[in-house]
């Protein structure tokens, strides 16, 4: 990846936690379909050939390596930035791919899911964002359906910034992102980009096969606060999805 791209990568992670500078949003003219024209550096949203999400299907055997995840952080605040509710982290919580090292910054929701698999939506979809030292972006995406009560989310709900700009200390909480995952860990790959503007692409994306449960009131919670935020699908054009 080049330093451009890093440099690059890293912005849009801060654009995520603080909302950015140009407004956009998931409706309207300022939509997902209109994200490349609002500014410049958003070009890759329409120009881009590896976008995300994307409908996992068409899958390619292939030999993949374990999610070497040792997360030891705990949670520190949890924000509404207007576009979504985030979950950020202390230094110390790390995924190994590739032989490389990303460390967990963040995790944050959206209603309904983002990707699908094999054409279907779930209810929601936690994106779990980690970044390496030269800014390379990972991301751990969990798909979430209604279920049984859920005791990391009723936890979370309890603390839930409910307004744009609301930043919620959760240090008293104690979250593990650990606890959020499934026990099941095999997982889809693919090469994407992040879902909001700038779109940057180079992302690696490591998609969790199984879902996890959250209760109807809990889904209900988040959705009620965050809306409807998510990027309708991107064509998958030459890319492989791994299995």
Same mark, same amino acid.
């Given at each position: ?6 440099i690059s %990568? ?38 881009? /050939? ?17 999610? %070497?995840?040792?997360?030891? +952080?705990? +949670? ?6 207007? =576009? ?15 032989? /490389? ?6 995790? =944050?929701? =959206? ?15 936690? =994106?779990?964002?980690? +970044? ?24 979370? %709900? ?12 959760? /240090? ?30 180079g992302v ?19 959705s009620s ?15 492989? %999805?791994?299995?």
């Amino acid at each position: 990846m080049t330093k451009l791209l890093s440099i690059s %990568v890293l912005l849009a992670t801060t654009l995520l936690a603080s909302g950015g500078a140009k407004q956009w949003s998931y409706g309207g003219t300022e939509g997902p379909e209109f994200w490349g024209e609002l500014a410049l550096k958003y070009s890759m949203c329409k120009d881009g /050939k590896h976008q995300s999400p994307i409908n996992i299907t068409d899958l390619t055997e292939a030999e993949m390596e374990p999610l %070497v995840l040792d997360y030891k +952080a705990l +949670a520190t605040e949890f924000t509404n930035n207007g =576009h979504t509710v985030q979950v950020n982290f202390d230094k110390g919580s790390n995924l190994t791919i590739d032989g /490389k090292n990303f460390e967990l910054k963040q995790f =944050h929701f =959206h209603t309904p899911s983002e990707n699908q698999i094999d054409g279907k939506n779930y209810h929601m979809e936690v =994106h779990l964002v980690h +970044a390496s030292e030269a800014g390379e972006l990972a991301v751990v995406a969990v798909m979430i359906t209604e279920g049984k009560s859920n005791q990391f989310f009723k936890t979370l %709900v309890s603390k839930i910034p409910k307004k744009a700009k609301d930043n919620n200390d959760i /240090k008293d909480l104690k979250i593990n992102a650990g606890d959020m995952l499934p026990k099941d860990k095999e997982y889809y790959r693919f090469s994407g980009s992040l879902t909001t503007p700038p779109c940057s692409e180079g992302v690696r994306w490591l998609v969790h096969k199984t879902p996890i449960e959250a209760s109807k009131e809990e889904l209900a919670i988040f959705s009620s606060i965050m809306g409807k935020n998510n990027r309708p699908i991107q064509s998958i054009n030459s890319r492989e %999805v791994l299995k």
